[in-house]
């Protein structure tokens, strides 16, 4: 991943690996299939940490290399194992998203998100606002540094392509929680990730991403990467959504003496022009 990232001549690259679910009902199929336990998740991310540690020291004089983890709600028991992980590794980062519904996940397969959607009474509407309303309890309780893939419920619903303007409920859980992103300053994850699933917009959509940019919200670019052709796929057709809705700046996050989050005292927030990011040696 990251020689592919220095081979596209990028200068910053966050790793973020998914936290280790710690709880043997929170497994997916192709995990409990091949025997996967808790306690192998988090062999493995322990694994991850120090790998990451030791490959940013080795690639220091390439790529600037921060390292996080990106955390899930589950239920709200989740913010216990989560605070837990926080401590015990220092951080530079973490994304926080929400990938269950009344603890199904809602992406992983389309039989995973109907269950969701029956939980919730059988319409989509209701499953949204429950997608919103868990998210909204992860933001309240942990105030991510960024949030990611913020309307990823759509990604196996009737019409990913739908609106969300048209379902009032949902509309208002959307902009309650963009209105208390904004309110802490956390950054909104441009997610290129659903444009190679078949979607036409990054996470989040362009209605969400112009209210959140009426507050005064902050963006920052994602891959979303899960393998090495994936890295920076799709960045030019973000940067032109981005163009077309009128975002003019983007951020991320660095390694250096300004704090953002107390949580994190040796990372700051910088700041890039489209127009500067368009220059950057990655287009050529």
Known sequence: MLQAAIGRKMTVFALTEHMPRDSEEDL??????????????????????????????????????????????IRPSSQQ???????????????????????????????????????????????????FDAQYELLKALKPPIVGHFDLIRLKSRDPEGSFENQPAVWRAINRNLEFIAGYGGLLELNSASLRKGMSEPYPKAEICKAFSKRGGRFTLSDDSHGTDQVGLNYERVIDFVEKIGI?????????????????????????????VKRHAFWS
Do not use: C, M
């Open 28 to 73: 997916y199929s192709g995990e409990i299939e091949t025997s996967v336990t808790p306690a192998k998740l988090i062999t493995t991310f322990d694994a991850y940490y120090h790998e990451a540690v030791r490959l940013r020291e080795l690639y220091a004089s390439q790529i600037k290399i921060l390292i996080g983890v990106e955390i899930d709600w």
């Open 248 to 276: 003019q700046d983007l951020h991320f996050l660095e390694r250096g003496n300004a704090t953002y989050d107390p949580r994190f005292p040796s990372v700051s927030v910088s700041t890039a022009s489209v127009v500067g």
């Open 81 to 131: 194992w989560i605070e837990g992980l926080l401590q015990k590794y220092p951080f530079d980062l973490f994304i926080g998203s929400v990938h269950h519904v009344h603890t199904i996940p809602i992406d992983y397969d389309t039989q995973g998100y109907i269950r969701a959607r029956e939980q919730s009474g059988g319409t989509e509407e209701k499953l949204f606002e429950d997608y």
